[in-house]
């Protein structure tokens, strides 16, 4: 089996903590022309983000907000702070500052979650996290996806893979948690490539691993090449069989934050078995522990 973000929540905390997904109102390198134009080929207008707050409302009371929706299924009233939509690194060190210091001040917030890109890490920034790490615990997550030069161009991902290594390195160099983000189903890839991104991740030395599934939405490029018959998505049992073989990488020390990912149901184009989650969640515990 393999350690899970809950087990890893209560050897931090000492009890069952929740997160709680806000937009802080960025945007991203690879949508404002300074690496690209349109996003990622997978992303959504919301940059990732469905799930979250939205920016119309102050931190504050985006967590509130979320608080208020999940408060009946947390007992313990612990709560991370998840910075999910788009690039929550790329601002200046002021206007970072602010906002993360908004987010970590109530009293229920015991960490934050920051969602970015590698190559939105500058050494100002580092030491800013570094330095609020020390208040509250923070964790760095960071979408690398792929670790196969010809996937990254597909997909439009914008850096290169010594980018990722690098920003790894200086992260854990100064203290901070360090989650990676990997799609299993980018189309052209074998299972083999899979597990060696999954093996890549590693060897970088990341605290942690969330695996999400090539899924389509709405209004994104990869709905076009999907509709027009150049890919087909992974099936349940294939997606199991993979994933299976990529957590097989993990030593024991590397924290499962997810099995699966997947996009809001009212914008999923496919594959449309993933919108069943219990089913899926239930399938997957199932045969991982065979």
Same mark, same amino acid.
């Given at each position: ?14 009890? #069952? ?247 809001? #149901? ?25």
């Amino acid at each position: 089996m393999y350690k899970t973000l809950n087990e890893h929540y209560h050897e931090l905390y000492g009890c #069952k903590v929740y997160k709680l997904s806000i937009d802080a109102g960025f945007t991203c390198p690879n949508r404002d022309g300074t690496v690209g134009v349109g996003g990622c080929i997978f992303c959504s207008g919301d940059g990732g983000g469905e799930f979250a707050e939205k920016a119309c409302g102050s931190i504050t009371q985006q967590l509130e907000n979320a608080k208020k929706r999940v408060e009946h299924k947390c007992k313990t009233g612990k709560y991370i702070a998840y910075f999910q939509s788009f690039t929550n690194t790329y601002a200046s060190v002021e206007i970072l500052r602010e906002r993360y210091l908004e987010a970590m001040s109530p009293d229920y917030i015991v960490g934050l979650a920051v969602g970015t890109r590698p190559d939105c890490l500058p050494d100002e920034t580092i030491a800013l996290l570094a330095e609020l790490n020390r208040i509250k615990r923070i964790c760095v997550e960071l979408g690398l996806q792929t670790i196969h030069p010809e996937s990254a161009d597909y997909i439009r991902r914008g850096y290169n893979n010594h980018v990722y290594f690098d920003a790894v390195h200086r992260l854990k160099a100064a203290g901070l948690e360090v989650v990676t983000h990997i799609i299993l189903g980018i189309p052209g890839e074998t299972m083999e490539m899979m597990v060696q991104t999954t093996r890549e991740v590693v060897r970088a030395g990341t605290n942690g691993v969330k695996f999400h599934l090539m899924h389509v939405l709405k209004e994104t490029d990869l709905e076009a090449d999907y509709l027009a018959g150049r890919f087909s998505c992974l099936s349940m049992e294939e997606y199991g069989e993979i994933l299976k073989q990529c957590l097989a990488e993990l030593p024991d020390c590397v924290v499962v934050h997810r099995i699966t990912g997947d996009g809001a #149901k009212c914008n999923l184009i496919a594959p449309l078995w993933s919108a069943d989650k219990k089913r899926v969640l239930n399938y997957l515990n199932h045969i991982l522990k065979a």
